[in-house]
Nanobody, 115 residues
């Protein structure tokens, strides 16, 4: 009933930028936390960025200063602006939403940083 749909991934050169978007549909509103996780081959899923309904953000150390999360509470949308991308950022990125005791995940969207 609740679905998170990501978009905006793709292939970029090192130093380039991408903007990921995630939209939630279904009977849900005002996620307490929304954000992004990523999982590269052979690695566990890791937190990239989260943003609360109040706008407080948290970033992985590896992306601080390069990535920016934002959200629209009314529309249940969250974005991830990724600048100065590095090959190490190559991963499958997952949208995340938490509403009360419930966790929701998108299917994942590929980001590849390569020359």
């Amino acid at each position: 009933q609740v679905q998170l749909v990501e978009s905006g991934g793709g292939l970029v050169h090192p130093g380039g930028s991408l903007r990921l978007s995630c939209v939630a549909s279904g009977n849900i509103y005002n996620f307490d936390v929304m954000g992004w996780y990523r999982q590269a081959p052979g690695k566990q899923r890791e937190l990239v960025a989260t943003i609360t309904s109040g706008g407080s953000t948290n970033y992985a150390n590896s992306v601080k200063g390069r990535f920016t999360a934002s959200r629209d509470n009314a529309k249940n949308q969250v974005w991830l602006q990724m600048n100065s991308l590095k090959p190490e950022d190559t991963s499958l990125y997952y949208c995340y939403g938490q509403w009360g005791p419930y966790d929701y995940w998108g299917q994942g969207i590929q980001v590849t940083v390569s020359s």
